[in-house]
Antibody, heavy 119, light 110 residues
């Protein structure tokens, strides 16, 4: 079964770019079976999907974040990544990576990583 | 695309049944059989409870069931137990590789 693990800085300054990586084990990011997704949860709020990427590099983003988001794939390291530019305090959240099946549901999630935006 | 509407909270006594609704539109919930439900405990990764409206993963208790009528999907928990206390979110396909989460429901076991 898949295992996903998020990694990256826990503190980012306002106006800078948040960068996170998700390392996948037990399967390949080159598999056409999945999309690879990022989701976040701000403190005290609900889940919000950020975007996802296919094995071939096609990307799909939440319209509310699209202008600031880039999701990319590194098949040599079996990882996928998130970049969120021009962050503000509103981007403080627990960020999750997950595998999204083509049938439209998530089956495996990382444990999440808290990213705080503060000077 | 707005978030799907869920009640903020639902509560019940042990052994009772509760139902959480997830209301969307004919652009998402009403158009595709692709609603899934997730249980989210604090500090944990969300867990898939129901997929494709009413299918249950083999590892999930049969006390959890999903249904849909028109633009509203529902998650029913039968025989409510203390361990069911968590936040629950629905998630639906909305066409053109776009998706939407529900607003989330806090389930409290009295």
């Amino acid at each position: 079964q898949l295992q996903l693990q998020e990694s990256g800085p826990g503190l980012v300054k306002p106006s800078e770019t948040l960068s996170l990586t998700c390392t996948v084990s037990g399967g390949s990011v080159s598999s056409g079976y999945y999309y690879w997704a990022w989701i976040r949860q701000p403190p005290g709020k609900g889940l919000e999907w950020i975007g996802f990427i296919s094995y071939s590099g096609n990307t799909f983003y939440n319209r509310s974040l699209k202008s600031r988001v880039t999701v990319s794939l590194d098949t040599s390291k079996n990882q996928f990544s998130l970049k969120l530019s021009s962050v503000t305090a509103a981007d403080t959240a627990v960020y999750y990576c997950a595998s999204l099946l083509h049938s439209g549901h998530f089956d495996y999630w990382g444990h999440g990583t808290l990213v705080t935006v503060s000077s | 695309q707005s978030a799907l509407t869920q009640p903020a909270s639902v509560s019940g006594s042990p052994g009772q049944s509760i139902t959480i609704s997830c209301t969307g539109s004919n652009s998402d919930v009403g158009s595709y059989n692709l609603v899934s439900w997730y249980q989210h405990l604090p500090g944990k990764a969300p867990k898939l409870m129901i997929y494709q409206d009413n299918k249950r993963p083999s590892a999930v208790s049969d006390r959890f069931s999903g249904s849909k009528s028109g633009n509203t999907a529902s998650l029913t928990i039968s025989g409510l137990q203390a361990e069911d206390e968590a936040d629950y979110y629905c998630w639906s396909y909305a066409g053109s590789n776009y998706y939407v989460f529900g607003t989330g429901t806090k389930v409290t076991v009295l």
